[in-house]
C-alpha cells in the first residue's frame, strides 16, 4: 500500500474557516487521516529528522577516516612498487 500524505493541520485550518469549531475540525481531521491510513505514529517530527542528521553525520565521519586510511595505503603500496622495486 502506498503512502498518502495528508497536511492535517491545513485540513483542519480549513474546516475551521468554513465555520466548524476547533474541536470538530480537529477530530474531522484526524478521523479522515485514520480513514485513508495516516496514522501520528507514521509521521515524521523534526526531532526525527535531526536524529537522522546526526546519526549520519557520525557515519559520514566514519566513512571519510576509513575512506583517508585507505588511500594513504594504496599510496604507500604504489610508491614501494615504484620507488623500491629493484
Do not use: C, Y
Not at 57 to 68: H, N, Q, R, S, V
Request: aromatic share 6%; net charge negative; glycine share 6%.
Amino acid at each position: 500500500m502506498s503512502a498518502i500524505a495528508i497536511d492535517t493541520l491545513k485540513f483542519s485550518n480549513r474546516l475551521k474557516a468554513a465555520g466548524f469549531t476547533p474541536e470538530q475540525a480537529e477530530a474531522q481531521a484526524e478521523a479522515f487521516a485514520e480513514a485513508v491510513g495516516v496514522s501520528r505514529e507514521d509521521l515524521t517530527t523534526k526531532a526525527d529528522l535531526h536524529e537522522l542528521r546526526a546519526e549520519l553525520k557520525g557515519e559520514l565521519t566514519l566513512i571519510k577516516w576509513m575512506l583517508g586510511v585507505t588511500v594513504t595505503g594504496v599510496v604507500a603500496v604504489l610508491v614501494r612498487l615504484l620507488f623500491m622495486h629493484g
